[in-house]
């Protein structure tokens, strides 16, 4: 009977548990959906400013962040999309470390972390040595396409990626695998700080992805980013036109001191 006891009662602990950590994530979560609503200092809203890294190229934002900050914020070649997509939102981070367990709750903070995402939310995944772990798959995209996720960008592998595509849930990954992060890894923290293909991650910042890859926006500097960006892209396409007709591209860099 005290086995019995015994038993139920950690059954029942793990329960709390699991309720306490998708309550903690949620809260955890709106204060960082809170924080990306807020005007920035110059008096930008967030949908202002996803609107606009919505239509400047990714390339544009990489070398507007360089020139500003002086720092590489774009993840690299190895980043790919599972099909072409385009989008801007403000990252939801999670994080998982490479664990061998038989605990049914290793990745339940993982699930929270998608269940507290709001439209707009860009689920931004780290898989330690997880280059050949699909660190999410068809179920998890599916829950984020129901809750109005941008995107999703993983530090590790995917799967499901025909459904995926089926529903047009847009994701990218370094890697198209079978493979499962179930009883093989456990969830490490979310709307924490991660380190993406070698770009650190903070909750709450904007990432810009395009044909061209993924790039990560310091949300502090978002507004300053953007400006930069949406100048380097109308000086570059204004340049196309002016290539053509003078057949030199010497001149056109000259005119609008840009490459």
């Given at each position: ?137 068809g179920l998890m995209g599916t829950a984020m396409r129901a809750r109005n996720f941008s995107g999703a960008v993983i530090d590790g592998g ?9 529903i047009g849930f847009p994701v990218y990954a370094l890697g198209i695998v079978p493979s499962t992060s179930v009883h093989h890894y456990r ?73």
């Open positions: 009977m005290i086995n019995r006891f015994n038993s139920l009662s950690r059954k029942v602990r793990g329960m709390v548990f699991a309720a306490l950590l998708v309550a903690g994530l949620a809260y955890v979560a709106l204060g960082v959906h809170a924080k990306s609503q807020a005007e920035t200092s110059d008096g930008k809203s967030a949908a202002d400013l996803l609107d606009g890294f919505r239509h400047v190229e990714a390339a544009s934002v990489s070398d507007a962040i360089e020139q500003i900050t002086g720092k590489r914020m774009y993840m690299s070649h190895r980043m790919r999309p599972i099909f072409p997509a385009k989008f801007a939102g403000f990252a939801v981070t999670v994080a998982l470390k490479k664990e061998a367990n038989e605990d049914p709750n290793a990745l339940q903070g993982m699930l929270a972390a998608i269940d507290s995402g709001n439209t707009d939310s860009v689920y931004v995944m780290s898989v330690e040595d997880g280059i050949d772990i699909a660190g999410m798959g995917v799967r499901d990626v025909a459904y995926l595509n089926k969830f490490a923290g979310a709307n924490t700080p991660v380190r993406c293909d070698g770009v650190e991650v903070q909750a709450g910042d904007i990432i810009v992805a395009d044909a061209d890859g993924v790039v990560v926006v310091p949300r502090a500097k978002a507004a300053e980013v953007l400006a930069v960006a949406e100048k380097m892209d109308f000086n570059e396409h204004s340049m196309y036109a002016y290539i053509e007709k003078l057949k030199s591209i010497t001149e056109a860099v000259k005119k609008f001191g840009r490459l």
